[in-house]
């Protein structure tokens, strides 16, 4: 029979052992900083950008001083590879001690996670600072690529397909996607888009493809739902006759957004595009874009999301990597990395929760006329269900892929 001494006694012993051993208490968030000091987290993340990277060692620094956290920046070319790393642990029967704390995430990589049962939480709630997001009036924070967050990510930017074009060189630029065709067929070489599946040119797929339909009902539903020919037939024609009229006549794409920037910075193209709204503003303030670089967005709209925050259900840090995130939705956080001199990606805070103080931090003084004004980010269009992205890639691959 346990007497009350034993019961005494199997709680000193339970004490004693790490939250990372037990359940986290996701109600005890002073335990749970205890628990993350001294910890090594390792952010599996995106690693194509300068400026990006640069913002990541600088939180890194700021969490080892804050809260004695290593943080290790894993610098990934595709987000898929992460989540296939946690699968195979998964598979192999790795439940507790898995390689990887915390993913930079969203669509379809989150939906696999997700349906995998490869997540972490509900977590967000724990966060003192995602209170600061609103996140009942916000319901782009709420679905990621249409699928319910249930707390098991938390928001960190937002992202809006962005146009910019040289004015010294551009006068009228398009405006919708048959404008796009007109000008790049009067322009030939001056406008590409990035090789596929490179994100920002999956995007413009996706972004031409809500644009020519008549009917987008599909695209929010499971791909497998679909006529998937027949609904994607008005691209594949749209982009046939597009492509001769490229960058190299469509024949090679650049590598990547950054590539992009950089053909528009050496002057081999006049218009090209974005997903930060403020990265053309950012690049003019940092001599990577010519001064006469503009920024618009296409009637009626484009393609907009948020990127988010996970963790592995098997993360070896995962105190460390709440605290993490937690940081990384602070003001001071939040409003460095939307400073254009920094990196210049928009924050997920509401401004409206913050005091004076803190909304002060977000103020830029700076005359930048290549940065977009606030209302002009204020039709977004929805991303489409993410089986979408999968199935637009693999048909481009096979449709263009060996040219």
Same mark, same amino acid.
């Given at each position: ?107 379809? %990589?989150f939906a696999a996670m997700k349906e995998n049962a490869l997540l972490f939480g ?245 005359? %930048? ?35």
């Open positions: 029979m346990l007497r009350p001494s034993h019961f005494k006694a199997l709680a000193l012993i339970l004490a004693m052992i790490p939250l990372g051993v037990q359940a986290l208490q996701l109600d005890d968030w002073e335990a749970i900083e205890r628990e993350a000091r001294g910890q090594t987290v390792y952010w599996n993340a995106w690693g194509g950008d300068t400026r990006t990277n640069a913002y990541i060692d600088w939180a890194a620094k700021r969490l080892a001083q804050e809260q004695n956290i290593e943080l290790v920046h894993v610098k990934l070319n595709d987000t898929a590879s992460a989540v296939s790393r946690v699968l195979a642990e998964k598979a192999a029967g790795n439940d507790a001690e898995g390689s990887i704390d915390l993913i930079w995430i969203n669509g379809e %990589n509900p977590f967000t709630q724990a966060l003192p600072n995602f209170a600061l997001t609103n996140p009942e009036a916000h319901p782009e924070i709420r679905e990621d690529f249409t699928v319910p967050v249930e707390g098991l990510e938390a928001p960190w930017g937002k992202a809006q397909l962005t146009f910019y074009y040289d004015s010294a060189r551009v006068d009228a630029p398009p405006r919708n996607m048959q404008e796009l065709l007109s000008w790049t067929k009067a322009h030939p070489g001056r406008f590409t888009y990035p090789l596929i599946p490179d994100f920002t040119g999956s995007s413009f797929l996706k972004q031409a493809l809500l644009a020519l339909s008549e009917d987008t009902v599909p695209l929010y539903q499971p791909v497998e739902d679909a006529d998937f020919a027949a609904v994607t037939a008005p691209l594949w024609d749209y982009l046939d006759d597009l492509h001769p009229y490229l960058w190299r006549e469509g024949r090679h794409f650049p590598a990547s957004g950054s590539e992009l920037r950089r053909l528009m910075g050496d002057g081999e193209l006049s218009l090209a595009f974005t997903f930060n709204p403020s990265a053309p503003a950012a690049a003019v303030v940092n001599f990577e874009l010519p001064p006469g670089t503009r920024s618009y967005v296409l009637e009626g709209g484009t393609l907009g999301n948020v990127h988010f925050l996970a963790i592995p259900f098997n993360a070896e840090h995962k105190a460390g990597a709440l605290v993490t995130v937690n940081f990384l939705l602070s003001p001071e956080a939040q409003a460095r990395k939307q400073d254009l001199q920094v990196w210049g990606d928009p924050s997920v805070l509401d401004m409206t929760a913050l005091d004076s103080a803190q909304r002060d931090a977000f103020r830029d003084d700076h005359e %930048n006329p290549a940065a977009l004004e606030p209302q002009a980010l204020a039709t977004t269009l929805a991303e489409p269900h993410p089986s979408w992205m999968a199935r637009l890639e693999q048909a481009w691959q096979a449709r263009y892929g060996n040219r």
